[in-house]
């Protein structure tokens, strides 16, 4: 920066911590504001994250937050069931340790709550419940339920609700994900260690279902704690406006199908670094834009056909996957689910049916026909 100006990140989640330290490794020296009194708590997350957020990161990361190494997944559909073996494909993580690592050595207002801004005379007079603060650039990086979003992007976010249960239960394969696909929602297993599982579920209305859920699969064991939080379901064009950005939860930069958002908002930290650093303001939405764009819309449009579909339909797309194993296994990304998509469609045996509903994926995709990204 030509002129070292002050930056208040609002959340010190691990988005606004990985933003923070890249902006201190840069020489300028970030204020985070966090209602809570410590990083990392209360948990919000699954804990599962894909290789990629260890291997790409700018800011060393430590193993000690690593918990279990996940090689595959096994995907269920009434009483079908698909297994994909991919060695360390990800990592079941300790959130809390994972976020108080990369909040080491900031500069941090704990139990402080943001309130509101105004600007003043070029810059920005921030009020929290602990009196005010003045920055020429601020961040929201504060979660799903960002205030800050709506100084940019409005208020018009649609939500899922997730809950998990952290159970004590011992599985078949400690290294690998179960996933059980119920239109228009999926359930996931996640191996912690040998005892110790986490299971959940996004939905409308998921404390009941994720209930409903664990009864049907006669999943027996102590329920040893439970975590509740919210993701965004809304993407936005728009990222930024008079120095004020958006990143993380906070900017919806969360996948479309998973929902897992520490990849994509630690990448989107990155270039919102080089943009600050360099005065480029303006550019942020477009770079961001074009890194992720065409991933997320993809991914919208396979999930918006996805809730369409019948259930016969359903079938033969599960049965045309678990035919084709090999290609996920060598192919697949855990963190660009778009890739397959081209695989599949080289397929010399695929059917008219299984062809018609990835051109609608795609057609839809490049039409910008979306309702969830405004």
Known sequence: MKQKKQIVIVGAGPVGCYLAQLLKKEGANPLLVEEHKEIGRPLHCAGLVGKKVFEETKIPLSDRCILNTINGAVFHMNNEKISIRRKEVAYVIDRETFDKHLGRDLNINFETRFLGLEKQNGSYLIETDRGHLEADIVVGAEGAKSVLRECVAGNHTQYLKGVQFRMQVKLEHVDMVEVYIKKPYFYWIIPES????????????????????????????????????????????????????????????????????????????????????????????????????????????????????????????FAFLKKRTDIIEKKGDFENHSLLLWEFLKQPDITGDILNILFRIIKNSLGYSRKERV
Request: aromatic share 10%; with cysteine; glycine share 8%.
């Open 194 to 317: 040998n005892e110790i599982v986490r299971v959940g579920v996004l939905s409308k209305n998921p404390y009941q279902d994720l209930i409903n859920f664990i009864e049907e699969i006669n999943l027996k064991g102590k329920t040893l704690e439970k975590f509740a939080g919210i993701v965004p379901l809304t993407h936005f064009s728009s990222l930024s406006r008079e120095r004020i950005f958006l990143v993380g939860d906070s900017a919806s930069q969360i996948k479309p199908l998973s929902y897992g958002g520490i990849y994509m908002g630690m990448r989107a930290a990155e270039i919102l670094c080089g943009c600050i650093i360099n005065e480029k303001f303006d550019d942020y939405s477009m770079l961001w834009s074009n890194k992720f764009g065409k991933e997320i819309d993809f991914s919208l449009q396979l999930r918006h056909v996805f809730s369409k579909l019948t259930d016969p339909d359903i079938e033969k797309i």
